[in-house]
Each structure stands twice: as structure tokens, then as C-alpha cells.
Nanobody, 117 residues
Framework: QVQLVESGGGLVQPGGSLRLSCAAS????????MGWYRQAPGKERELVAT???????KYADSVKGRFTISRDSAKNTVFLQMNSLKPEDTAVYYC???????????WGQGTQVTVSS
């Protein structure tokens, strides 16, 4: 059974930084894509950044140049380094895994990120 466990959310001032982590347990095989989505109050869930098992990455335009996705393949863990945070980055951030050629989908429980002075 695959499980995703996120950590690293919290309250930060505008311009600050946070690092999110998502550890996947269970059998993680390739191909797969791990990444982050977010959902702000009253808005739809949106893609933030993803990384495929081959290493390719994808970012939302709103976070390019500020957020960086990386991974520790040996630990099946993906990270999201968030710099220059803005109030509009406030949301619940969810880890996502698409597994195998049939793209079985898994979600983490979510972690709150609040950017406020």
C-alpha cells in the first residue's frame, strides 16, 4: 500500500522561505511522477511542481524562479524549496504520486502553508 507523508508547512512572512518534504512508502516503481499541488480557500486545486522518475520537471508559471522541486530517489522523497514567498502562495499543499504506466494516483494528507505578516 502506497502512502505519502508530507511535512514542512507552517507560517512564514512574505519574502521568506519554506521547504516541504513528501516521503512515499510502499513499492514505488518507474515510471512515476511525484509532485506538489495546492488548493487555496475557494479555489480549485492546481499544479505547483512535478518531477518525473526520468528527472524532467514541470512548474506552474506563478512559481517559476521561486520554487524548486528536487528528490532523494533512494528514500522515495520529494522536496519543494519555496523562496520569496508571497501571500498568494497561501494554500494547503498536497503531495501527489502518479505510479506506473497506468498512472495510479495517490495523494498525501496536505500541509498548510500560510504567508502573512
Amino acid at each position: 500500500q502506497v502512502q505519502l507523508v508530507e511535512s514542512g508547512g507552517g507560517l512564514v512572512q512574505p519574502g521568506g522561505s519554506l521547504r516541504l518534504s513528501c516521503a512515499a512508502s510502499g513499492t514505488i516503481y518507474s515510471p512515476h511522477t511525484m509532485g506538489w499541488y495546492r488548493q487555496a480557500p475557494g479555489k480549485e486545486r492546481e499544479l505547483v511542481a512535478t518531477m518525473a522518475s526520468g528527472g524532467s520537471t514541470k512548474y506552474a508559471d506563478s512559481v517559476k524562479g521561486r520554487f524548486t522541486i528536487s528528490r532523494d530517489s533512494a528514500k522515495n522523497t520529494v522536496f519543494l524549496q519555496m523562496n520569496s514567498l508571497k501571500p498568494e502562495d497561501t494554500a494547503v499543499y498536497y503531495c501527489n504520486l502518479l505510479l506506473g504506466i497506468y498512472r495510479l494516483e495517490y495523494w498525501g494528507q496536505g500541509t498548510q502553508v500560510t504567508v502573512s505578516s
